[in-house]
């Protein structure tokens, strides 16, 4: 039986900014574009390996706001302290800052950042699992 894969799609007003953030910034790969699908133009950005990724879209003719709130996040947990510091040296190259999260159980053991649309991504360094979630 092959397992579900996640797909999380979100609109941008600028589909290049946003590629360059999660590849540059983040290690992530173009798995697919789409220019004029129905109206649409869209870039898919994951890991091969991994079975989930993100689709930023731009409806033509159509403006989006920035994120609604802070808390609007994408958490990427990163157990090893090394891949965990090379991400955050990677996000911070591009001029990036870290930013202070809504909720602060977010800087106990990760950063926050920005990206070009104000959405939060938190690189935690820590392993995602139910014990863990129990102790925090």
Same mark, same amino acid.
């Given at each position: 039986m092959q397992s579900p894969v *996640?797909?999380? %799609?979100? @609109?941008?007003n600028d589909l290049r900014k946003l590629a360059d953030f999660y590849t540059r910034g983040l290690g992530f =790969?173009?798995?697919a574009r789409f220019e004029n699908? =129905?109206?649409f133009d869209g870039i898919v950005l994951g890991r091969r390996e991994c079975p989930w990724h993100i689709e930023f879209t731009h409806q033509h003719g159509v403006m989006v706001e920035r %994120? @609604?709130?802070t808390e609007h996040l994408l958490v *990427?947990? *990163? @157990?090893e302290h090394h891949e965990w510091l090379a991400a955050v040296e990677r996000?911070? %190259?591009l001029g990036v800052l870290s930013c %202070?999260? =809504?909720n602060p159980y977010w800087d106990r053991l990760g950063k926050t950042f920005e990206d070009p649309d104000g959405y939060r991504i938190? *690189?935690?360094n820590a392993a995602w699992g139910q014990k863990s979630m129990r102790s925090e």
């Open positions: *996640l797909r999380v %799609a979100r @609109p941008t =790969e173009v798995l699908h =129905e109206g %994120a @609604p709130t *990427l947990y *990163l @157990p996000i911070q %190259a %202070a999260p =809504e938190v *690189l935690q």
